[in-house]
């Protein structure tokens, strides 16, 4: 009855500016969609948006409203955005609910998701009518019978080779196969006329069909894709080769794969090391990957290492894979690597309370992450049992996550040397730090020596004086710069250059301004003195100075607020390199001395060795032997005093009963090992305690293969 009601309203005004209708989530009958259509046909100016979404329109109602709106010509060449999503049209008739469409139209956006359509009618209409406008095209939720699949290919390619104007793809959940996504490739791929398309693929069966190989092929192949989704469509065991496909692409920016690493064995594994070289690449031209439910698990901190060096990705997701301790610190250090990531989602990953204070931490390191959405789901899991040290670090993350988006922050570049500066004091330190646990362990042996050379005491405590110096140094190069204190150092600079600005514009306004404005009245004055009295000059300055003050004020604004920052970073910048160079003096050189000590005290300790009876700590110290070495060595039959010289062999073969042993290797055989060791990205150690952020392995093969359960 209100539809009736608002169709006699709708015809009987011929002067209607009506330009979107949307009629979304009411159920239209029959009856009411007659009236609807009337009104549609005598509308005069069309609409530019029609939106019946779920409106629950039957294959009949649909092909009336069609007819009605192929009667209109002006709804021809006005209407933009048609969305008839969710409604069971399931028309397989072409004169159906798709006639209007067939019909050359201006229609940018159509969506008709979830409508239970055949493909093989589709595509047809949209290449009649839909090549020249069609913008964004969404059939997600669609699944064609499979007996459909040959007659479809041909149809698609034929519609993304021919049209124009294409800029995004929808078709997740259609029930894919390989054969149709390479037909829509290869359709995208020969097309001149279309750059930066997104296409989603997603929950689709891609590991179905004849072609599979064929898809890895044509991804490397089609440069007009920026944006790419084959998330959940059951490619595990091909993801290796997809990926290495993906990695000779260079136009896909956007890239989401995740929910495809559940296959078993060394399929998994090989995708993800083949991941891993494409993000580690200098050619990767990927903005934004998406591995969310993926359950990565153990694997999520080699892969995350490998983007601690990738300089084009500004968004992660890694939500939903279950990554715990390991992986926060690998996340910790990823943070703190000088990377350009810009945004990152984490949820659903097993975090405990102390990762979120070692996530904030590193946050105040880094001034390039905007987001993080806080993970709800972790937070809710350990809230109870620690939730004041909770609070507080969500409220220092977010306190960064502004920091970063202020208009006063630093630039991108300046932010990578802040980063890249904190990273090689660490590594410096690291490095003394072993020099000096070195230097220490052998002052300590030589004290528990008997007999001391001489000399040994002189250089004891030269060794001693150069590892405390060492301990300072260590001290020195964390301190030499410091954001906390630039912070403070950057108010006072702040408040210095806003004087020293504003008196200047100041000046500057009251010298030329002013000027032009006197000029202005005396010119109006000459030009009509009959209508300008005094009173009016004057009240023609009057608004020059009032006009004057207020845009001083926005001027001394703005001047300050670009100009500020500016000179601030400059000043950090001279901060950053003065401090590199002094640190790396000043570590090369505490290296050498601690080397010197190291390698003079090595030298004290062979002469103790060599002049005394070894003993049992000397020799397990310098001892390279492995165990088995040691077994066969005590195993030995030790020959007495009165032995000769000479070992007598015997000439005749040894008798035994089986046949003769042979050594088919060169090198003595070994047992083999009960107990595998875990690589150690692998194990399974707590956030809680204490540890370092270099603790991450530094090779490029951290993705290794867990062990099985016994």
């Given at each position: 009855?209100?539809?009736?009601?608002?169709?006699?309203?709708?015809?009987?005004?011929?002067?209607?500016?009506?330009?979107?209708?949307?009629?979304?989530?009411?159920?239209?009958?029959?009856?009411?969609?007659?009236?609807?259509?009337?009104?549609?046909?005598?509308?005069?100016?069309?609409?530019?948006?029609?939106?019946?979404?779920?409106?629950?329109?039957?294959?009949?109602?649909?092909?009336?409203?069609?007819?009605?709106?192929?009667?209109?010509?002006?709804?021809?060449?006005?209407?933009?955005?048609?969305?008839?999503?969710?409604?069971?049209?399931?028309?397989?008739?072409?004169?159906?609910?798709?006639?209007?469409?067939?019909?050359?139209?201006?229609?940018?956006?159509?969506?008709?998701?979830?409508?239970g359509?055949?493909?093989d009618?589709?595509?047809?209409?949209?290449?009649?009518?839909?090549?020249?406008?069609?913008?964004?095209?969404?059939?997600?939720?669609?699944?064609?019978?499979?007996?459909?699949?040959?007659?479809?290919?041909?149809?698609?390619?034929?519609?993304?080779?021919?049209?124009?104007?294409?800029?995004?793809?929808?078709?997740?959940?259609c029930?894919?196969?390989?054969?149709?996504?390479?037909?829509?490739?290869?359709?995208?791929?020969?097309?001149?006329?279309?750059?930066?398309?997104?296409?989603?693929?997603?929950?689709?069966?891609?590991?179905?069909?004849?072609?599979?190989?064929?898809?890895?092929?044509?991804?490397?192949?089609?440069?007009?894709?920026?944006?790419?989704?084959?998330?959940?469509?059951?490619?595990?065991?091909?993801?290796?080769?997809?990926?290495?496909?993906?990695?000779?692409?260079?136009?896909?920016?956007?890239?989401?794969?995740?929910?495809?690493?559940?296959?078993?064995?060394?399929?998994?594994?090989?995708?993800?090391?083949?991941?891993?070289?494409?993000?580690?690449?200098?050619?990767c031209?990927?903005?934004?990957?998406?591995?969310?439910?993926?359950?990565?698990?153990?694997?999520?901190?080699?892969?995350?290492?490998?983007?601690?060096?990738?300089?084009?990705?500004?968004?992660?997701?890694?939500?939903?894979?279950?990554?715990?301790?390991?992986?926060?610190?690998?996340?910790?250090?990823?943070?703190l690597?000088?990377?350009?990531?810009?945004?990152?989602?984490?949820?659903?990953?097993d975090?405990?309370?102390?990762?979120?204070?070692?996530?904030?931490?590193?946050?105040?390191?880094?001034?390039?992450?905007?987001?993080?959405?806080?993970?709800?789901?972790?937070?809710?899991?350990?809230?109870?049992?620690?939730?004041?040290?909770?609070?507080e670090?969500?409220?220092?993350?977010?306190?960064?996550?502004?920091?970063?988006?202020?208009?006063?922050?630093?630039?991108?570049?300046?932010?990578?040397?802040?980063?890249?500066?904190?990273?090689?004091?660490?590594?410096?330190?690291?490095?003394?730090?072993?020099?000096?646990v070195?230097?220490?362990?052998?002052?300590?042996?030589?004290?528990k020596?008997?007999?001391?050379?001489?000399?040994?005491?002189?250089?004891?405590?030269?060794?001693?004086?150069?590892?405390?110096?060492?301990?300072?140094?260590?001290?020195?190069?964390?301190?030499?710069?410091?954001?906390?204190?630039?912070?403070?150092?950057?108010?006072?600079?702040?408040?210095?250059?806003?004087?020293?600005?504003?008196?200047?514009?100041?000046?500057?306004?009251?010298?030329y301004?002013?000027?032009?404005?006197?000029?202005?009245?005396?010119?109006?004055?000459?030009?009509?003195?009959?209508f300008?009295?005094?009173?009016?000059?004057?009240?023609?300055?009057?608004?020059?100075?009032?006009?004057?003050?207020?845009?001083?004020?926005?001027?001394?604004?703005?001047?300050?607020?670009?100009?500020?920052?500016?000179?601030?970073?400059?000043?950090?910048?001279?901060?950053?390199?003065?401090?590199?160079?002094?640190?790396?003096?000043?570590?090369?050189?505490?290296?050498?001395e601690?080397?010197?000590?190291?390698?003079?005290?090595?030298?004290?300790?062979e002469?103790?060795?060599?002049?005394?009876?070894?003993s049992?700590?000397?020799?397990k110290?310098?001892?390279?032997?492995?165990?088995?070495?040691?077994?066969?060595?005590?195993r030995?039959?030790?020959?007495?005093?009165?032995?000769?010289?000479?070992?007598s062999?015997?000439?005749?073969?040894?008798?035994?009963?089986?046949?003769?042993?042979?050594?088919?290797?060169?090198?003595?055989?070994?047992?083999?090992?009960?107990?595998?060791?875990?690589?150690?990205?692998?194990?399974?150690?707590?956030?809680?305690?204490?540890?370092?952020?270099?603790?991450?392995?530094?090779?490029?093969?951290?993705?290794?293969?867990?062990?099985?359960?016994?």
């Open positions: 009855e209100i539809l009736f009601q608002f169709c006699v309203a709708w015809k009987n005004s011929s002067k209607s500016v009506l330009s979107h209708l949307d009629l979304s989530n009411n159920p239209l009958e029959e009856k009411a969609i007659e009236h609807f259509c009337i009104g549609l046909e005598s509308l005069q100016h069309g609409l530019q948006s029609l939106t019946l979404s779920n409106c629950k329109i039957t294959p009949k109602v649909g092909a009336m409203l069609a007819q009605s709106m192929k009667k209109n010509q002006d709804l021809l060449y006005s209407l933009i955005h048609l969305d008839l999503s969710a409604n069971p049209l399931l028309s397989s008739d072409p004169q159906g609910a798709l006639v209007f469409i067939q019909e050359p139209q201006t229609i940018a956006t159509l969506n008709l998701s979830k409508c359509l055949n493909f009618v589709v595509f047809p209409a949209l290449i009649r009518g839909c090549q020249q406008h069609l913008q964004e095209l969404d059939l997600s939720q669609n699944k064609p019978k499979k007996h459909q699949a040959a007659s479809v290919g041909h149809s698609m390619q034929q519609f993304f080779s021919s049209a124009i104007s294409l800029e995004k793809i929808d078709l997740s959940d029930k894919l196969t390989a054969d149709l996504a390479v037909a829509i490739m290869e359709g995208l791929s020969v097309n001149r006329n279309i750059q930066d398309i997104s296409l989603n693929l997603s929950s689709n069966e891609l590991n179905h069909g004849m072609d599979v190989s064929a898809m890895s092929n044509i991804m490397s192949r089609v440069r007009n894709i920026s944006d790419l989704d084959i998330s959940n469509t059951g490619i595990d065991f091909y993801l290796a080769r997809l990926l290495e496909a993906l990695g000779l692409n260079r136009s896909i920016r956007h890239l989401n794969i995740g929910q495809n690493f559940e296959g078993k064995g060394s399929s998994r594994l090989e995708g993800m090391r083949q991941l891993s070289r494409l993000v580690r690449s200098d050619e031209s990927l903005e934004s990957l998406s591995l969310s439910d993926s359950k990565l698990k153990e694997l999520t901190p080699g892969l995350l290492h490998s983007l601690t060096n990738n300089e084009s990705l500004r968004k992660l997701d890694i939500s939903g894979n279950s990554m715990g301790g390991p992986g926060i610190r690998a996340l910790v250090r990823l943070i690597s000088g990377c350009s990531l810009e945004e990152i989602h984490y949820g659903h990953n975090i405990p309370a102390a990762g979120f204070t070692h996530i904030a931490d590193a946050l105040e390191h880094n001034y390039t992450l905007r987001s993080m959405p806080p993970p709800v789901h972790d937070i809710a899991r350990v809230v109870g049992k620690e939730g004041t040290c909770m609070e670090a969500l409220a220092r993350i977010q306190k960064y996550l502004c920091r970063n988006h202020s208009d006063e922050r630093f630039s991108i570049e300046l932010a990578k040397r802040h980063q890249q500066r904190l990273l090689a004091s660490s590594q410096q330190s690291a490095l003394i730090g072993r020099e000096i070195q230097v220490e362990e052998m002052l300590t042996k030589i004290s020596t008997d007999k001391k050379e001489e000399g040994t005491d002189e250089e004891v405590s030269r060794a001693t004086s150069v590892k405390e110096e060492a301990n300072k140094v260590v001290q020195l190069v964390d301190s030499l710069y410091s954001p906390r204190q630039e912070s403070q150092q950057y108010e006072a600079i702040n408040h210095r250059i806003q004087d020293v600005i504003e008196r200047e514009v100041e000046q500057l306004y009251a010298e301004v002013q000027e032009n404005i006197e000029k202005m009245v005396t010119q109006s004055v000459k030009a009509c003195p009959s300008l009295d005094d009173t009016i000059r004057e009240t023609l300055r009057q608004i020059g100075r009032r006009e004057l003050s207020e845009e001083l004020a926005e001027a001394k604004k703005a001047v300050t607020k670009k100009t500020a920052p500016e000179v601030i970073n400059h000043i950090s910048e001279m901060n950053l390199e003065t401090a590199a160079v002094i640190s790396e003096l000043i570590v090369d050189r505490t290296l050498g601690l080397e010197g000590s190291s390698g003079r005290l090595h030298s004290i300790l002469k103790t060795t060599k002049s005394s009876s070894p049992k700590r000397i020799s110290i310098f001892s390279f032997r492995t165990k088995d070495q040691d077994a066969v060595r005590k030995r039959v030790r020959r007495d005093d009165n032995d000769h010289d000479e070992v062999i015997p000439t005749t073969p040894l008798q035994t009963d089986g046949p003769a042993l042979q050594h088919l290797g060169k090198q003595r055989p070994r047992p083999a090992r009960r107990h595998r060791q875990k690589p150690a990205v692998l194990k399974q150690s707590g956030i809680d305690g204490p540890f370092s952020i270099w603790d991450t392995p530094t090779t490029d093969n951290v993705i290794e293969e867990p062990d099985k359960p016994k």
